[in-house]
């Protein structure tokens, strides 16, 4: 016996009445405030879209179950139901604090230009990022095929759109909504979405290959080669988002991811200590590591010329971490069969790699570096006076500073200047 379709009915309504909150509240937007950028509205809109094609499902959902042939056939039809249940709860994570990243909580011309830097890339050229608001300290990434695929579960289930493959999903904290300095760190969460999307195939082929020549007369089980693999794409990836983070704004970035870490401890100590700086955790390289590539990206990208003459702290550290440290270990058991030595090494072989194929992508870096040379000295006679120009005189001619040059020349005013 089947049980009574009211109850298909019930659990169909119920969800179709949750489901209406998300759709109002993406649906029902002014145009004049609050302000989003237009990944999110897109972003907005396919959510409205696929809640309502949700809805038109669950409406014919009692019909459907009632024409079930027998039990089996319907409980497996409440179980799909469920399904569809627990795939909107899991979006429903994401929506509010997207919501809340309005033009008046997030700094959104900042991340705008941070878009349209990593856009100049003919590949990247239709990657969007959709900023949201998070409790959490540090910045995010949602890794890219998390919403999406929820919500393409979604859509194949109601016969919905599918996810736009090039939206990204980015968190700031809700602390940092109109700061400058550390949101300068929101390149890297935007590497993350590309690495995800576009060179993990590369970089992971580079690892598969020192890995593989580092360990051939090892003779490592599958276990422990499969450990090795996952410890160096965790440090790789950070390494590549930084890397690529550099190239997109410059020493912003690593000034910035300096601010959060507090590496700045490092100067006036002996090397090792502060330990903690020189540890490669499980899924994060040491710091000292990444700004020892820091440093060597800076001077391949011509940025370490001008950073050199900069008298302050972070700087220093970058200096300090300009040869690699024989006081780097990992934290936590090691892989057995492989020494600490050979696993560093591989990882310091591949992010060697790396500096040449994130510089290619940028290849007119040196231009902007020639750029801020002339035009962040005029940009400081603004900054004094609380101004940001958007027009200043240079070598005779009216030009507009790009936001590259301005972020820096910002970060060189605030460390330099500033009493």
Not at 11 to 23: P, T, W, Y
Not at 113 to 135: I, L, M, N, R, S
Not at 239 to 251: N, V, Y
Not at 259 to 273: F, H, I, N, S, Y
Request: hydrophobic residues 40%; charged residues 20%.
């Amino acid at each position: 016996m089947i049980v009574d379709s009211s109850v298909a009915r019930q659990d169909a309504a119920d969800l179709h009445r949750f489901i209406e909150q998300l759709v109002r509240m993406c649906a029902d937007r002014r145009d004049d405030y609050p302000v989003f950028t237009n990944p999110s509205v897109a972003f907005f809109s396919h959510i409205s879209k696929l809640g309502v094609g949700t809805q038109r499902y669950l409406e014919r959902f009692p019909d459907y179950y009632s024409k079930s042939a027998d039990q089996r056939a319907a409980n497996s039809k409440r179980v799909k139901l469920v399904s569809l249940k627990n795939a909107w709860e899991e979006l429903h994570a994401y929506i509010r604090p997207a919501l809340d990243a309005d033009s008046l909580h997030l700094p959104m011309p900042l991340i705008t230009a941070f878009q349209d830097e990593v856009q100049k890339v003919e590949e990247w050229k239709g990657y969007q990022f959709v900023p949201f608001h998070t409790t959490e300290v540090n910045y995010l990434q949602i890794p890219s095929d998390m919403a999406r695929s929820v919500a393409n579960r979604i859509a194949e289930r109601v016969g919905g759109e599918r996810f736009d493959p090039n939206l990204g999903l980015v968190g700031i904290p809700y602390s940092q909504s109109n700061s400058f300095f550390l949101n300068c760190l929101l390149p890297h969460e935007f590497a993350h979405f590309i690495y995800q999307e576009n060179t993990n195939h590369d970089i992971e082929e580079q690892i598969e290959k020192s890995l593989d020549g580092a360990t051939q007369a090892l003779g490592l089980d599958e276990e422990d080669m499969s450990l090795c693999l996952k410890m160096l794409k965790s440090w790789i990836e950070e390494t590549f988002c930084d890397l690529l983070a550099i190239c997109i704004i410059g020493p912003a970035f690593s000034l910035a991811l300096m601010q959060l870490t507090a590496a700045t401890l490092l100067v006036g100590r002996p090397d090792g200590e502060p330990a903690d700086n020189y540890f490669f955790k499980e899924d994060y390289p040491a710091n000292v590591a990444r700004f020892h590539f820091h440093h060597k990206m800076f001077k391949k990208l011509g940025w370490w010329e001008v950073l050199d003459d900069w008298k302050c702290t972070p700087v220093q550290v970058l200096a300090k971490c300009e040869e690699w440290s024989p006081f780097l270990t990992i934290e936590g058991p090691l892989p057995n069969g492989i020494s600490q030595e050979q696993l560093l090494g591989c990882y310091q072989e591949i992010s060697e790699w790396m500096l040449g194929y994130c510089a290619a992508k940028f290849p007119n870096v040196s231009e902007t570096v020639k750029r801020f040379k002339i035009q962040s000295p005029v940009i400081s006679e603004y900054l004094v006076r609380a101004i940001v120009p958007s027009t200043v005189v240079s070598q005779g001619a009216w030009v507009h500073p790009d936001p590259v040059v301005l972020m820096n020349a910002g970060y060189r005013f605030f460390l330099e200047e500033l009493g």
